[in-house]
């Protein structure tokens, strides 16, 4: 299959993830050459139906390129199975709509939201992790328990724990009983 690549503007390139991880940005912004730009392997990106591509990796070098002044970027259609696939496609259709509910459109809007490896890895990687969890059990039981709180968000689970948001603090249902998630909320407010 011959791959799609194409140039688009970086302003119009949708976001999947909430947060980059310092450590990756500071390596890549050392190993980044802006006179090699065009040697570099092109961005993947994918439209979730909702007519606008959007990274589907390669946010921390699309991040360092713009604040390297460059303003349009070279991509390629994602066809990868993790991206096409039933469950790929639930997945990213959830990362965008987290980002479009904290206000994040483009890799710029990532700019103060740039948070160290441990604090990257429980508030991203295991915050997708628990996603995963809760498109890969039964949903309905997990929407069911969850319209005992209209106020809180969804967005994940493990065994027998549903996780919850709510105004940028995180919580766990469990047995009944609604608690703080001390981990979450400990990494959010960066006191780890």
Known sequence: MKRRIFTIGLSELG?????????????VDLWFDTARADEYEPLPVYDFGN??????DGHS????????????????VDTDEMITSKMGQRLYKRDIE??????????????????????????????????????????????????????MYLYGSDKNVLYFERNDK???????????????????????
């Open 15 to 27: 976001i999947s993830q909430l947060y980059l991880c310092k450590e990756k940005v500071d390596a």
């Open 51 to 56: 007519g606008r591509f959007t990274l589907t």
């Open 61 to 76: 070098r699309a991040f360092v390129m713009a604040c390297n002044g460059f303003h349009n970027v070279r991509v390629l």
């Open 98 to 151: 987290w980002c479009e509910r904290k206000g994040l459109h483009t890799v710029a809007d990532l700019s103060g939201r740039i948070i160290s490896e441990r604090r990257y890895v429980i508030l991203w990687i295991e915050r997708c992790k628990r996603l995963h969890n809760l498109f890969s059990g039964d949903i309905r039981n997990a929407r069911n328990a969850a319209e005992g709180f209209p106020d």
């Open 170 to 192: 995180y919580y766990k249902y469990e047995n009944g009983v609604m608690t703080n998630d001390e981990l979450f909320n400990t990494a959010e407010t960066g006191d780890m």
